[in-house]
């Protein structure tokens, strides 16, 4: 099992950038895929970014690709995602999720899931 928490959220300009953390504990860590995903209020939770075991592979959602950013830090276990140029349109509730295998873009098919972290982008 993995359990995360998410920190680095915030209030930001447009065109700015923050750097969100999920700082994860587990012995298994790096057996496990990561991903972010963000909600806005009235929408469904959608994929924002995935890397798999190493980190080597990451894979966005088109909207983001270019101004995010997904790392990770299997040593301290912590997967961060960098966003740049950020649009209101970026405005949600982030979350960092994990799951077993390879990286994958929906939401259901992750198993664990931090407790979310508000970013608002004013414009």
């Known amino acids: 099992q993995v359990r995360m928490v998410e920190s680095g959220g915030g209030l930001v300009q447009a065109g700015g950038s923050l750097r969100l953390s999920c700082a994860a504990s587990?012995?298994?860590?790096?057996?496990?895929?990561m991903a972010w995903f963000r909600q806005a209020p009235g929408k469904e939770r959608e994929f924002v970014a995935a890397?798999?075991?190493?980190?080597?592979?990451?894979y966005y959602a088109d909207s983001v690709k270019g101004r995010f950013g997904i790392s990770r830090d299997n040593a301290n276990p912590t997967v961060y995602l960098q966003m740049n140029s950020l649009k209101s349109e970026d405005t949600a509730v982030y979350y960092c999720?994990?799951?077993?295998?390879?990286?994958?873009?929906?939401?259901?098919?992750?198993?664990?899931w931090g407790q979310g972290t508000q970013v608002t982008v004013s414009s």
């Open positions: 999720a994990s799951r077993m295998g390879g990286a994958a873009s929906s939401y259901r098919d992750y198993d664990y």
């Open positions: 587990g012995r298994t860590f790096s057996s496990y895929a």
């Open positions: 890397c798999n075991w190493s980190g080597g592979r990451t």
